[in-house]
Antibody
Framework: EVQLVESGGGLVKPGGSLRLSCAAS????????MNWVRQAPGKGLEWVGR??????????DYAAPVKGRFAISRDDSKNTLYLQMNSLKTEDTAVYFC???????????WGQGTLVTVSS | DIQMTQSPSSLSASVGDRVTITCRAS??????LNWYQQKAGKAPKLLIY???SLQSGVPSRFSGSGSGTDFTLTISSLQPEDFATYYC?????????FGQGTKLEIK
């Protein structure tokens, strides 16, 4: 059974940093493309970014609002995905989900999400 | 960036009704269009990928069609568990983008 478990969310002040983790199991993590998607309270879904597998170059792509502030990485030896968030803004407040992506064919498995609140 | 526009933004319907939600892309996305269902407080669930392919375990009352810029999600006979918010998403190119959502409510 595929499982994705996010952790690391919490309350942080504007300008601060936070690192989210997503522990994966039930599939071959090293072969998977992984994404982060967020949802601000009461709002719709917003794609944050993606990291490809090692065989596809471990390349990353980001949404414009987070480019240069957020960084996605992966540790295939630990089956874990990360989202390093720097220079946080109040508008980054959201539930952050990690998801798997079978290469352009949708985001098929999702974690339960972790809440990040940016507030002074 | 590719903009995704869903309509309607909300919809009231009854159990047994046939419902259609549309999604329009600002440029051609071939068939790289996906549909998700989200219930309150839960993670989204992939229903349909690549325009018309039903994700494993999803009931056959859900179907998708379209190509290029115009797409539809159809629920043939609404069930009580279908009342939720639905999102389209393009996976043609990054940045991936979602529609603003369609909230399906009980009439």
């Amino acid at each position: 059974e595929v499982q994705l478990v996010e952790s690391g969310g919490g309350l942080v002040k504007p300008g601060g940093s936070l690192r989210l983790s997503c522990a994966a199991s039930g599939f071959t993590f090293s072969n998977a493309w992984m994404n982060w998607v967020r949802q601000a309270p009461g709002k719709g879904l917003e794609w944050v970014g993606r990291i490809k597998s090692k065989t596809d170059g471990v390349t990353t792509d980001y949404a414009a609002p987070v480019k240069g502030r957020f960084a996605i990485s992966r540790d295939d030896s630990k089956n874990t995905l990360y989202l390093q968030m720097n220079s946080l803004k109040t508008e980054d407040t959201a539930v952050y989900f990690c998801t798997t992506e079978p290469r352009h064919l949708g985001l098929d498995y999702w974690g339960q999400g972790t809440l990040v609140t940016v507030s002074s | 960036d590719i903009q995704m526009t869903q309509s309607p933004s909300s919809l009231s319907a009854s159990v047994g009704d046939r419902v259609t939600i549309t999604c329009r892309a600002s440029q051609s996305i071939s068939s790289y269009l996906n549909w998700y269902q989200q219930k309150a407080g839960k993670a989204p669930k992939l229903l349909i990928y690549a325009t018309s392919s039903l994700q494993s375990g999803v009931p056959s009352r859900f179907s998708g069609s379209g190509s290029g810029t115009d797409f539809t999600l159809t629920i043939s006979s609404l069930q009580p568990e279908d009342f939720a918010t639905y999102y389209c998403q393009q996976s043609y190119s990054t940045p991936y983008t979602f529609g603003q959502g369609t909230k399906l409510e009980i009439k």
